[in-house]
Antibody
Framework: QVQLQESGPGLVKPSETLSLTCTVSGGSMSDSYWNWIRQPPGEGLEWIGYIYYSGSTNYNPSLRSRFTISVDTSKNQFSLKLSSVTAADTAVYYCASRGGIGGSGSYYNSWGQGLLVTVSS | SYVLTQPPSVSVAPGKTARITCGGN??????VHWYQQKPGQAPVLVIYYDSDRPSGIPERFSGSKSGNTATLAISRVEAGDEADYYCQGWDVISDHPVFGTGTKVTVL
């Protein structure tokens, strides 16, 4: 099964841009759709969006369009950028691979360990 | 926005069966998946497509649906089953996945 590992800063100042990277091992980037999911402390899970190895993306329309997901297949990595962060963006950010047939048949069968990002000055 | 409602907590004695419900308007027409999350760890998929179990997940975990409610049942509960459990469904209006509010399972 594929392994995923998040990396990036654990502390970001308000109004700055958060940048996270997920490194994929044990599989090919063309094998799945690559997702970001976040979880504020003590709260539930929120799907942010996904990217395919071709570069096509889909984002949670409930979130403001501050998120950008990109992919670098040469490094087996995909990334998340979140602009103009506020304290409300403090969360554990997970990267995850999608299983299933897509659409409503999507589920998340491999997850990174998660990275806590705190937004504070 | 679409909400999947779960009871905040469920308590169960060891060896008994825990049942966790997940209610939402589109449950009956879309697949439901379930995750187990232990403190400080990433979620783990325990049920997909309503009732299928990934390899490595004990048969004690089962899923079902009736109308607009999905249920995760954990039979012969063990101390190691103590965790938060989340259902995941699909918002057909916004066309994206949605997670339930989460249920904390406590083993007495």
């Amino acid at each position: 099964q594929v392994q995923l590992q998040e990396s990036g800063p654990g502390l970001v100042k308000p109004s700055e841009t958060l940048s996270l990277t997920c490194t994929v091992s044990g599989g090919s980037m063309s094998d799945s759709y690559w997702n970001w999911i976040r979880q504020p402390p003590g709260e539930g899970l929120e799907w942010i969006g996904y990217i395919y190895y071709s570069g096509s993306t889909n984002y949670n329309p409930s979130l403001r369009s501050r998120f950008t997901i990109s992919v670098d297949t040469s490094k087996n990595q995909f990334s998340l950028k979140l602009s103009s962060v506020t304290a409300a963006d403090t969360a554990v950010y997970y990267c995850a691979s999608r299983g299933g047939i897509g659409g409503s048949g999507s589920y998340y069968n491999s997850w990174g360990q998660g990275l806590l990002v705190t937004v504070s000055s | 926005s679409y909400v999947l409602t779960q009871p905040p907590s469920v308590s169960v004695a060891p060896g008994k069966t825990a049942r966790i419900t997940c209610g939402g308007n589109y449950i009956g027409s879309k697949s439901v998946h379930w995750y187990q999350q232990k403190p400080g760890q990433a979620p783990v998929l325990v049920i997909y497509y309503d009732s299928d179990r990934p390899s490595g997940i004990p048969e004690r975990f089962s899923g079902s649906k009736s109308g607009n409610t999905a249920t995760l049942a954990i039979s012969r509960v063990e101390a190691g089953d103590e965790a938060d459990y989340y259902c995941q469904g699909w918002d057909v209006i916004s066309d994206h996945p949605v997670f339930g509010t989460g249920t904390k399972v406590t083993v007495l």
